[in-house]
């Protein structure tokens, strides 16, 4: 036991950086892009403000690169950059929220690989609102990986006429590549599912790319969605407990969960004998799973609506007509329903045939899937993603394709959640829950349906000229 | 920001246990078991002594059972109890030495997930030497989730007569079961790379199953491996300066590195120019950069033989002989070489032919994959790891293979290093390191090579039988 020691988080994913998911020279350049999008992503919306992104990519040597990424929303104060940007676990978006980000780990994780390349420090311009006024601020800093927190080298004000955060990052044995797991790859897609944004993208040859806004409207900002009494645990009702300001374990209770009135409270009252007036910090393990038992034999509404925003039918369908111009598309939306812990999600899935539909493999159309967890692609790690393996369960020949590896069609699944089960903490698959897995396959053979029907109709025009 | 908060490892795996590979009710009880035979063989091995477990799995309910799991090793110290069963990234193996564990997540986690489905305390029971005396101590206690330690319900001094750690532990939603999944498999999968082990596994039924030695030798302790030259990258030099004792950054690279001489030393310093003697924080970046950079143009020998222990050639043939039954077996060994960052590895492959090699679906014998990372089976996660990919990428048929999914074989690979590059915290795979996928499919494709040799043969001899 003289070598028992404590790493911090950052001493870990210094260890570990492949759990970043930065392993190879193509991942790693494209998962540096996906955080800091998503981050720019979540921060514009939450703000209020079309999110807008310039990325410069500029090559000075083989495998070494200068990234820039600039995006237009509401910045980040002086005294949250360091953690934001050098402290693993830490972030804002650990609430019952739908957003992109949801670990604390994503732009401290690119702050680290650029130092583990290269040396050289961090560089992060933000222009921020201070009483209505914008303050901007310059920051030139290290991750120190011992402490998990950072070492700022410089710091000076500087004047900004706009809001948004700039940050400027050395990369050595990355690789940009315009392969499907490059970059240039992951803005395409990430176009689909978020058509309100724009990126103006510059690669290391100098071209530059205009992702253009396809739609001016700012998509409703998700609302928080209490866990939902079915499937919220024993440990979940005592964790709150532990932590609520809440006086009584019922008022504890109607504003910790959804769909959970005071008419309920007294049910469960009555049916446990439990008294639901006592401090949340009296309330026994064995009382909480008696009221989680009760939880289970009631019926309540489902979760509500409006707290997570799917991309919906209408614009999955746009945008798959936009980028694969197919004979053929359909697209579904379910409703909310929870997983483990109540944890509420919705799955969209789309499906389109012909045209540009599917992968070429060989003379072979293949069955392309595209994969997305709250409006954001996940390009690696398919083959253990639950919904790979929903999709891959499904009886295609009922729906008139042979099978998936024979087929010109493109199949879109997006899962919307406040908190996606991801099965690592590179974020690029998801736990195969038993509930996810079969929403995945609902949706999915009801848009299956529509293509058979088209499918039918289509070799019935076909045998009806031929007469 | 005023939701920007930080979380410990503790609360991070809490809302992520899946993770942690607890995800699904067998795979969930699975795993505790995983993590806690790994813990004991490690422990027992460490200390020179041959492993013996006891395992003792009560049934009290539907998905609701009692664990309790005894080892043989030489205990753990009671002032350490907590930091090993309640902290996250805690543990002794950090270092640059062979072993099952290396992130100090492991017991932890097994902990954390009792809590959580229970609400019950651990109680451990350690017998540890002091003085050469046997000191026994009984200890109740749970994890302070919230900040990542312990919290000590009950403590008292008991009398025992051997060393070794015994821990009882209450599970609710896992599922014991004899798949494939389940914990059953595991051991006997566990035995086939550990022959000087010995497990008693008494089941829920009573039944009570005894894994017995297979060989009364302990196999030579792992040494330390130091990371070699080729593969260190400028970022470990620097990393190394920060954090050594040593006055000269000379000798940090004769003491830190393998295969480096005090010859090889001046060599670098004649072809950099740099001057070698000075204090290693005085060392640049960019002259760290030059060092790695001369490293990768001179020729070093290959990583000792002799601090990585294989299961070797010998053992892999007689485990598969002994569960398989099969009329054909072949393994290999190769040499050890490093992936990035100068790790050592060592990729040893076995493939054997007919008897119960395969797996039947439905009616068909598709080729069985048994992957094993340190002598630990890797059960979860098949599609995403490296050694499957490498025995996909292999042309089968020129080995007298149709393909892999019609062929009564079974392929055994063990990968043993240092520091292997799991995917994930949940340990079942491992990243596509070039080098690493390399290796597989070379020391597959000379075992499949015999197999080859072996089928002709057979055919040739029936072809002659049949005149
Ligand atoms: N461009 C940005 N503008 C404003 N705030 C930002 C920006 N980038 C990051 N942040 C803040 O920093 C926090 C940490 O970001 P980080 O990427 O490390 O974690 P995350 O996005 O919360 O989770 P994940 O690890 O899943 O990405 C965010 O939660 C957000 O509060
Ligand atoms: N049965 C045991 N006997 C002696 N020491 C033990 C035992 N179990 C755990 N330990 C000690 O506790 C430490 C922490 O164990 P834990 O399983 O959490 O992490 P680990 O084994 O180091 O890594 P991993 O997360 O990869 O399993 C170990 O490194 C070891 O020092
Ligand atoms: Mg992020
Ligand atoms: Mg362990």
Redesign the interface.
Known sequence: ?E???????S??F???K??LGF??KIRSLTMVFHELITNSFDAAEEAGILPEIKIDLKRLDKDHYILRHRDNGPG??ED?IT?VFC?M???????NIQSRGQ??LGCSGCVLLS??????PARVTSGYKVNGEIKGVQMTFKMD??KNQGLILDKKEIPLDSTGVCIELHFKDVSYSLSEQGAYEYIRRTMIANPHAKITFRDPTGHVYIFDRASEEIPPLPKEVLPHPRGV???DL??MAK?TDKRRFRSMLTSNLSRMSTKRVNEIEEITGIDLNKRPKDMK??E??QIVETFRKMDFMAPPTSGLIPIGQEQVEKGMIEILDPEFVAATTRKPVTYRGGVAFVIESGISYGGESGRLIGDQKKAEIMRFANRVPLTF?Q??CAITEGLKSIDWKRYGIRDLDNAPITVFVNIVST?V??????KQ?V???PEILHEVRQATMKVARKLQKYLRAKKAEKEEAMR
Request: aromatic fraction near 14%; avoid cysteine; charge should be neutral.
């Open positions: 036991f070598e028992f020691k404590e790493l911090t988080a001493e870990f210094r260890r570990n492949q759990m392993s190879g980040i104060p949250f953690k402290t676990f830490a972030g804002s978006k650990f609430r670990q604390g130092q583990m390349t290269t040396g050289k990986v011992k645990t024993a440990d005592i964790f932590h393990w064995e909480a799973e790690d083959g253990s908190n089960p991801y099965l690592s903490t590179g698959s736990a195969p829950e």
